[in-house]
């Protein structure tokens, strides 16, 4: 497998996302060329990218291969379609997010109920709603796309492979290319966000069977070691949230004693750490380690 046949593109979070950060798009270039992702629309990601494709490949892209239906990882796909004429596949479960991202977000819904059951304020809540649509604005909808449930590209002597890893999403998906994958939001530095707990970490044990994880943030490629530091990560926060609950707890109280007080302006930093706890007590709740009365989690075993 000849590694530089990969080419790492990043492509900027814009200003008013607020970080520094950014989405690793990858181009494979062989008898086809093959976008992995495509980050977030904007004008000057629409700049820049287009320049910088052009550069290499001279703005020739076959297939817009999408990890999962997050909007930093399609969004400026259907832009790039509209200038190349590639085809954008995606796994079916995440292929609504292309359709319709408002019905995308679907497990606001069910974060919403929880966590005005656990003592959160509904006008807060709604806040951070209309925040997300507005995002869902920036967005140009692709003109059409293909949803896999899975999928094989030969790309010239090379065979690109879907892998099926649910668990940041339920359609979320790594591309398998000989040692590499290309795996999006499924394994990050540090930590990742986590709808469905079982399956990530299933997942996460899928991607130790590669050499090179091309992450879709952050440091990449991500090594086993650092596929090993996830786990222990996931973990201790169980452990964490097991402890934390004792002697009964509301989701709020839960979620303040782990990730601290929330300031309010940032709706990513409010609303994925009351996900991302609720992933870890339903889970906790699944294995027989919590119970739930009324609004109160409650440990029922000391240790994992
Ligand atoms: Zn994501």
Not at 52 to 65: C, M, R
Not at 145 to 159: A, I, M, S
């Amino acid at each position: 497998m000849v590694i530089s046949m990969i080419i790492p593109i990043s492509v900027p979070f814009p200003k008013d996302w607020g970080r520094g950060d950014s989405t690793h798009s990858y181009l494979l270039k062989r008898e086809l060329t093959v976008l992995i992702d495509a980050g977030l629309d904007s004008s000057d990601n629409r700049t820049y990218i287009r320049r910088t494709l052009k550069e290499l490949d001279g703005l020739n892209i076959d297939y817009i291969l999408v990890t999962h239906g997050h909007l930093d990882h399609f969004g400026l796909a259907g832009y790039l379609q509209r200038e190349t004429g590639a085809e954008i596949l995606v796994h079916e479960l995440d292929a609504t997010a292309l359709k319709d991202y408002t019905k995308a977000i679907s497990w606001y819904d069910e974060v919403y109920d929880y966590a005005v059951e656990g003592g959160y304020e509904p006008q807060e809540l709604e806040k951070i709603r209309s925040k997300l649509l507005i995002a869902i604005e920036m967005m140009r909808t692709p003109d059409f796309f293909k949803p896999f449930r899975e999928l094989t590209l030969d790309l010239g002597g090379y065979t690109l492979r879907s892998l099926s890893l649910p668990g940041h999403t339920p359609g979320s998906v790594g591309y398998a290319f000989g040692e590499s994958v290309f795996s999006g939001d499924v394994a990050i530095e540090g930590s990742t966000v986590v709808g469905e707990f079982r399956q990530e970490m299933n997942s996460l044990q899928k991607l130790k069977s590669f050499k090179n994880i091309f992450a879709g943030h952050r440091k990449t490629p991500l090594t086993i070691t650092d596929i090993e530091s996830l786990e222990t990560h996931f973990i201790n926060r169980l452990e964490q949230v097991l402890r934390t609950v004792r002697s009964g707890m509301k989701l709020r109280e839960v979620v303040n004693s782990i990730y601290g007080e929330m300031p309010e302006e940032s709706f990513v930093r409010n609303i994925i750490p009351i996900r991302q706890t609720l992933s870890y007590l339903k889970y906790l709740e699944e294995e027989g380690y919590v119970v739930k009365k009324g609004p109160l989690w409650i440990s029922v075993k000391e240790s994992l």
